[in-house]
């Protein structure tokens, strides 16, 4: 097995708000990008976080994928989310990077920190 995991933090984001606190929107967009990017989603979770003294309540969208998987979280009250969309198998590295792209739109941050790290050593 040879994977990809692509990280990204993405900080002060731009988008809308609601992009950052309504899980079935940040979700539906999610299967939408992955379908998009030439990858299978097959099962999914999305969860809005309770409002704290400090804000809004963030959201978990994770989407199972036959390939692997992508989640976001978000911190509305920080306009910060963390991406993560990990792949296995070369033939999807080239889609994973497309979706991990569409994320970093969406979000419109003003400033990424991202990291790419190859796993397995690729023998079957």
Same mark, same amino acid.
């Given at each position: 097995?040879?994977?990809?995991? +692509?990280?990204?933090?993405?900080?002060?984001?731009?988008? !809308? $708000?609601?992009? #950052?606190?309504?899980?079935?929107? #940040?979700?539906?967009?999610? &299967?939408?990008? &992955? @379908?998009?990017?030439?990858?299978?989603?097959?099962?999914?979770?999305?969860?809005?976080?309770?409002? @704290?003294?400090?804000?809004?309540?963030?959201?978990? $969208?994770?989407? +199972?994928?036959?390939?692997?998987?992508?989640?976001?979280? @978000?911190?509305?009250?920080?306009?910060?989310?963390?991406? !993560? &969309?990990?792949?296995?198998?070369? !033939?999807?590295?080239?889609?994973?990077?497309?979706?991990?792209?569409?994320? &970093?739109?969406?979000?419109?941050?003003?400033?990424?920190?991202?990291?790419?790290?190859?796993?397995?050593?690729?023998?079957?």
């Amino acid at each position: 097995m040879h994977g990809l995991h +692509l990280t990204a933090d993405l900080y002060l984001c731009r988008c !809308d $708000a609601l992009w #950052l606190t309504d899980a079935q929107r #940040l979700g539906q967009w999610c &299967v939408q990008a &992955v @379908t998009a990017a030439g990858l299978e989603p097959v099962n999914q979770l999305f969860h809005t976080f309770p409002a @704290t003294a400090t804000g809004p309540g963030g959201v978990t $969208a994770a989407v +199972l994928l036959a390939e692997s998987h992508i989640c976001l979280h @978000t911190w509305p009250e920080q306009r910060f989310v963390t991406a !993560d &969309v990990y792949v296995f198998s070369g !033939d999807h590295w080239a889609r994973a990077r497309t979706l991990m792209d569409a994320v &970093v739109s969406r979000f419109e941050p003003e400033w990424t920190e991202q990291r790419s790290l190859e796993r397995g050593d690729g023998s079957p």
